[in-house]
């Protein structure tokens, strides 16, 4: 089959990007090309800025009611094409299209409805200053958008940022990962039909390097929302800092999935299994550093090892698929990269470690990786503290709540962290006491949109979800009117 080529997306029409280059993304079950996508440049991002910014004035002012009724009518889109957007983001990304089907193309869809709900049903603040008279708050868009976000979930993370920014009436202009870029530029046609005025959303594809810099780096365009690595974080801010931009920054993790002896055995077994290896353990809240308490470690480590030689790795598009491919020839590397090290620090491999013998035919060319579990490493070693972001986990015995908490915090991430406990006080104390943005409690990635979401640490700069990424998207004024 020929490559399906992409086309950037400016005013509402499909362009070539101006200097005319395009590269190769790969589907990574076969390890081949799959797709061409524009190699854009900062001509490109200066063309959507014109579209963006000639959008604003009209866009800015449209009611909410307006907003919220084509948001609504993107979300009834995205689920009438569920399944081509299901199929492609499966081949793009490598991940199993069960996954697609019931997490990223459904939450795609749900953050154009609950924004669309949100702009419609916030109130602002009021209050009477006696004797002068009294003060409200208004928010203003804020203008042009830049929106750049990461591979591992492509649509659910634009779209996360998508939804609140135009909800809010600000314009946009997007830069999706050059790994995954299909199911955004599949988003294209699903705005247009439903009706965003032209300029709203643009969507620039190409690299980090030249589009999504050029973006960072546009003197006119106030915001930046960045999902990505913590490095790529760094570089956004020290490139925006000569332009005082306001940044959202949703970076890596190193998660912690803390099991105490007292905890729901079977249910935090088979959660942490799904933490561990998930999309390839290719999702930023993946419970990569395994903590179980001693009286139970040999059983846990066990059953996991025993859970994940079950898990069924190979083509993505097959409906019993646990895990698929990892996204790219050299993110397999960099993860493979990380169990010989494992090894070299001590660290005993209890299963995986290699791509599966199993496969056959175009897929023995894929970038898959056996689900992997490593014990015996220290809380010092490069493994437990450095991400990996691949089916890799680490597991570790620990003796006491203070011990456990203590080397929990010993990281520079602070994304989030799983407690595995029967007993409420504890889960409380230690839910208090742990430096991650999201905590769960005998669960995992249960996202409730309406709750703040982000990092403290390196994971992280600012908060979205609900009305903090209301907060983001507007500028809060207070007016005083006098008596
Ligand atoms: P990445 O940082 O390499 O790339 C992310 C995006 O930034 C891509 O679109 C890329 O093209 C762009 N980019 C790269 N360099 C840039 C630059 N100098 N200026 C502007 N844009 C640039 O990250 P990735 O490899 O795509 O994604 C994996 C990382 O994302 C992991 O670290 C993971 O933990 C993190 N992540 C975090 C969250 C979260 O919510 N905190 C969610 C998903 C992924």
């Given amino acids: 089959m020929s490559p399906t080529i992409i086309d950037n997306f400016i005013n509402n029409e499909f362009v070539k990007p101006t200097e005319g280059a395009y590269f190769d993304t790969f589907n990574p079950a076969h390890g081949v090309p799959h797709a061409q996508i524009p190699d854009s440049t900062k001509p490109d991002v200066d063309l959507a800025y014109k579209a963006a910014s000639a959008a604003f004035p009209s866009w800015s002012k449209t009611s909410k009611a307006e907003r919220s009724r084509i948001l609504y009518k993107i979300a009834d889109l995205i689920d009438e094409r569920q399944d081509e957007f299901v199929r492609a983001e499966s081949k793009d990304q490598g991940k199993p299209i069960s996954l697609a089907k019931t997490v990223d193309i459904p939450r795609a869809a749900h953050n154009f409805r609950f924004f669309a709900g949100r702009i419609s049903h916030s109130v602002e603040e009021a209050g009477e200053l006696e004797g002068v008279?009294?003060?409200?708050?208004?928010?203003?868009?804020?203008?042009?958008?830049?929106?750049?976000?990461?591979?591992?979930?492509?649509?659910?993370?634009?779209?996360?940022?998508?939804?609140?920014?135009?909800?809010c009436g600000n314009t946009a202009i997007c830069k999706p990962s050059e790994f995954t870029s299909l199911t955004a530029y599949l988003l294209c046609s699903v705005l247009k039909e439903a009706g965003l005025p032209a300029g709203v959303v643009n969507m620039v594809f190409g690299t980090g390097m030249k589009a999504g810099q050029a973006l960072v780096e546009h003197p006119r365009i106030p915001l930046i929302s960045f999902t990505g690595g913590t490095v790529t974080g760094a570089k956004i801010i020290a490139n925006s800092a000569?332009?005082?931009?306001?940044?959202?920054?949703?970076?890596?993790?190193?998660?912690?999935?803390?099991?105490?002896?007292?905890?729901?055995?079977?249910?935090?077994?088979?959660?942490?299994?799904?933490?561990?290896?998930?999309?390839?353990?290719?999702?930023?809240?993946?419970?990569?550093?395994?903590?179980?308490?001693?009286?139970?470690?040999?059983?846990?480590?066990?059953?996991?090892?025993?859970?994940?030689?079950?898990?069924?790795?190979?083509?993505?598009?097959?409906?019993?698929?646990?895990?698929?491919a990892l996204v790219s020839k050299e993110h397999w590397e960099k993860v493979r990269s990380y169990i010989d090290?494992?090894?070299?620090?001590?660290?005993?491999?209890?299963?995986?470690?290699?791509?599966?013998?199993?496969?056959?035919?175009?897929?023995?060319?894929?970038?898959?990786?056996?689900?992997?579990?490593?014990?015996?490493?220290?809380?010092?070693?490069?493994?437990?503290?450095?991400?990996?972001?691949?089916?890799?986990?680490?597991?570790?015995?620990?003796?006491?709540?203070?011990?456990?908490?203590?080397?929990?915090?010993?990281?520079?991430?602070?994304?989030?962290?799983?407690?595995?406990?029967?007993?409420?006080?504890?889960?409380?104390?230690?839910a208090g006491d742990i430096q991650a943005g999201t905590v769960w409690v005998n669960t995992w990635m249960a996202r409730d949109l309406r709750m703040p979401f982000g990092g403290m640490k390196k994971s992280g700069l600012g908060r979205e979800g609900g009305d903090h990424s209301l907060d983001f998207y507007t500028e809060l004024k207070t007016i005083c009117l006098a008596d």
């Avoid at 208004?138 to 591979?151: D, E, H, K, Y």
């Avoid at 790795?313 to 097959?318: E, I, T």
């Fill in 133 to 167: 008279g009294f003060s409200y708050t208004q928010r203003m868009p804020i203008g042009v958008a830049g929106l750049i976000s990461p591979w591992n979930l492509p649509l659910y993370l634009l779209t996360w940022k998508i939804a609140p920014c135009i909800a």
């Fill in 341 to 430: 090290l494992g090894v070299k620090e001590g660290g005993k491999v209890e299963c995986g470690g290699e791509k599966p013998a199993s496969l056959q035919g175009e897929f023995q060319n894929g970038y898959f990786l056996e689900p992997t579990i490593i014990s015996g490493l220290t809380p010092s070693c490069r493994v437990m503290r450095e991400e990996i972001f691949g089916p890799v986990v680490t597991i570790y015995a620990f003796d006491t709540e203070e011990e456990v908490v203590q080397i929990a915090n010993d990281s520079e991430y602070g994304l989030s962290c799983s407690i595995w406990t029967e007993n409420g006080r504890r889960a409380r104390r230690v």
């Fill in 242 to 324: 000569p332009h005082f931009k306001k940044l959202s920054l949703e970076l890596g993790g190193k998660n912690a999935n803390i099991v105490f002896a007292d905890c729901d055995f079977e249910k935090a077994l088979t959660t942490s299994l799904r933490s561990s290896f998930a999309n390839q353990g290719e999702i930023c809240l993946c419970g990569s550093r395994i903590f179980v308490e001693r009286p139970i470690y040999e059983k846990f480590l066990r059953g996991l090892v025993d859970g994940a030689k079950k898990l069924k790795v190979g083509d993505p598009s097959a409906p019993d698929t646990d895990l698929g």
